[in-house]
């Protein structure tokens, strides 16, 4: 049974930082894309980062470029993702994605992913 478990979430002042961390059990064999989404209040689900866990290719939103870290330790079977320069603009509810490579669809497309986590809250307070 595969299980996404998002943590690390919390609140944080604008302009510092934060690290989400989503440990993955269940992941048998095969490489997976992971990707980390975010919904505010009233909004649309939002792709933030995706990272292919063999060739650790990356992809990131436009909104977060140059800003967010998405990474991954095989090692422990968890992506984290390294928020700096925080906005009071990304303040959501985080969910971790997985799908098993190769797969059909864009790397930070809601519709691609098959596996979710349950969400953490972020809040960023200015």
């Known amino acids: 049974q595969v299980r996404l478990v998002e943590s690390g979430g919390g609140s944080v002042e604008a302009g510092g930082s934060l690290r989400v961390s989503c440990t993955t059990y269940g992941l048998t064999a095969g490489t997976y894309c992971l990707a980390w989404f975010r919904q505010g209040p009233g909004k649309q689900r939002e792709g933030v980062a995706g990272?292919?866990?063999?060739?650790?290719?990356?992809e990131y939103g436009d909104s977060v470029k140059g800003r967010f870290t998405i990474s991954f330790d095989n090692a422990r079977d968890t992506a984290y993702l390294q928020m700096n320069g925080l906005k009071a603009e990304d303040s959501a509810l985080y969910y971790c994605?997985?799908?098993?490579?190769?797969?059909?669809?864009?790397?930070?497309?809601?519709?691609?992913?098959?596996?979710w986590g349950q969400g953490i809250q972020v809040t960023v307070s200015s």
């Open positions: 990272i292919h866990t063999r060739t650790g290719d990356t």
């Open positions: 994605a997985a799908i098993k490579t190769p797969f059909v669809g864009g790397w930070l497309s809601e519709s691609t992913y098959t596996y």
